[in-house]
């Protein structure tokens, strides 16, 4: 099945900075590619997500990349708020016909004021 | 979260007995699955179900159960809980491929 890898576990970063974070998959037919932010207490929501035939993706402040050759995409944030902090998972699509997703573990994100 | 709720949001049970949690949709969405979240871990999917009555093992299943008789309701079952499944359970629902699951509000469960 599909292995998700993700670093760093724990980001803090100047309000203002950028902040990126990594990760790794291994199925190489893994075809869809969401991040979700998860603030304490709450569900994960999804803030951006980018499909294999895409390479990059932006939304405001957020943007995603994807190597398929490399098998890993990347979250970038810039401009960061306090707002931001939370813990951000991105997850890939495993191939078959149920639409699992196999989440990364997770990258606490601390903007500090 | 718009659509689908989980309860109980918070449980405190005993080892060895059973416990049911529920998740409910107002989405009309196919696919239903439940993930639990622990430290150093993220989400790991227990079960899954593609439609009414129809269901699968994700990669943590060991221990529990899952039905689901009608679309907008998918319940997970602990047979005898553990101190093990201590955690936070997720329930999420996608609509088609490929988009995001939307996820509840999650249900702290503590096993004593």
């Known amino acids: 099945g599909e292995n998700v890898e993700q670093h760093p576990s724990t980001l803090s970063v100047q309000e203002g900075d950028s902040a990126v974070i990594k990760c790794t998959y291994s199925d190489s037919a893994s075809n869809y590619f969401p991040w979700y932010k998860q603030e304490l207490g709450k569900g994960p929501q999804l803030i951006i997500d980018?499909?294999?035939?895409?390479g990059e993706k932006k939304d405001q402040r957020i943007a995603v990349t994807l190597n398929k050759t490399a098998k890993h995409f990347s979250l970038h944030i810039t401009e960061t708020q306090p707002e931001d902090s939370a813990v951000y998972f991105c997850a890939a699509r495993s191939s078959g016909s149920a639409r699992q997703l196999t989440f990364g573990s997770g990258t606490q994100l601390t903007v500090l004021p | 979260d718009a659509g689908i709720t989980q309860s109980p949001r918070h449980k405190v049970t005993e080892t060895g007995t059973p416990v049911t949690l529920r998740c409910h949709q107002t989405e009309n969405h196919r696919y239903m699955y439940w993930y639990r979240q622990d430290p150093g871990h993220g989400l790991r999917l227990i079960h899954y179900?593609?439609?009414?009555?129809?269901?699968d093992k994700g990669e943590v299943s060991d221990g529990y159960s899952v039905s689901r008789s009608k679309t907008e309701d998918f319940l997970l079952t602990l047979e005898s809980a553990t101190s093990s499944q201590t955690s936070v359970y997720f329930c999420a629902i996608s609509e088609s491929d490929p988009v995001g699951y939307t996820f509840g509000s999650g249900t702290r469960l503590t096993v004593v």
């Open positions: 980018i499909r294999s035939n895409v």
């Open positions: 179900s593609y439609g009414v009555k129809d269901t």
